[in-house]
């Protein structure tokens, strides 16, 4: 399989700090990451697509200023959520695409928790 | 974005028992994802399939890729405790994006 890595896995902070998340395939190569959340008891609801190289393709609703994402090698994208608020709490979930095998595959992350109190 | 369909939304069942979940919609789509999920962990792939009609094991797990690209299920037989957790389908949208749409998951509980 393929293995993809997240910092920090829980993070606490005060309204109003910005908080960065990375997302690393260990294993492979990724040309094209991306970016979820999940409200609890809920399916995952993607936020943006994050290409190496290129500025990241945002989902309608999310705002691209508030949650800067770089993509900087083909082995790491962040997510930086800035001037956070207590509605941001949330589990963030990364993928990365994999395209090895017999066809296109997306392996998750383990999540990040963020709190903002 | 788009929602895939997916029943049973929870299901409780006697270990030993085997569990069958399906997920439909009304886009096609060239493959077809399932994941399991823990609780505060991200999704783990389970099967992959990228051809309408095939069949594909893994392990205990059996999955099926409908036909008509619009559906596809998901099979558990002889079921185990740590079998217990969300299950979600995902099809892959290749026509552009390549954006994974998710099904609305079936929470699953085994019952020793």
């Known amino acids: 399989g393929a293995v993809v890595s997240q910092h920090p896995s829980r993070v606490i902070c005060k309204s109003g700090t910005s908080v960065k998340i990375e997302c690393r395939s260990l294993d492979f190569q990724a040309t094209t990451m991306f970016w979820y959340r999940q409200f609890p008891k809920q399916s995952l609801m993607l936020m943006a697509t994050s290409n190496e190289g290129s500025k990241a393709t945002y989902e309608q609703g999310v705002e691209k200023d508030k949650f800067l994402i770089n993509h900087a090698s083909l082995t790491l994208s962040t997510l930086t959520v800035t001037s956070a608020h207590p509605e941001d709490s949330s589990f963030y979930i990364c993928?990365?695409?994999?395209?090895?095998?017999?066809?296109?595959?997306?392996?998750f992350g383990p999540g990040t928790r963020l709190t903002v109190l | 974005g788009q929602q895939l369909n997916q029943s049973p939304q929870s299901m409780f069942i006697q270990e030993g028992e085997d569990v069958s979940m399906n997920c439909t919609s009304s886009?096609?789509?060239?493959?077809w994802l399932w994941y399991k999920q823990d609780p505060g962990e991200g999704p783990v792939l389970l099967i992959a399939l990228y051809k309408a009609g095939e069949l594909t094991s893994n392990g205990r797990l059996t999955a099926q890729f409908g036909i008509t690209r619009k559906d596809s299920f998901l099979n558990i037989s002889a079921s185990i405790p740590s079998d217990v957790g969300i299950y979600f389908c995902?099809?892959?949208?290749?026509?552009?994006?390549?954006?994974?749409?998710f099904g609305t998951g079936t929470r699953l509980t085994v019952i020793p």
């Open positions: 886009s096609i789509f060239n493959t």
């Open positions: 995902a099809g892959l949208d290749q026509t552009g994006a390549n954006n994974l749409f």
């Open positions: 993928s990365a695409r994999d395209m090895r095998g017999r066809g296109d595959t997306q392996y």
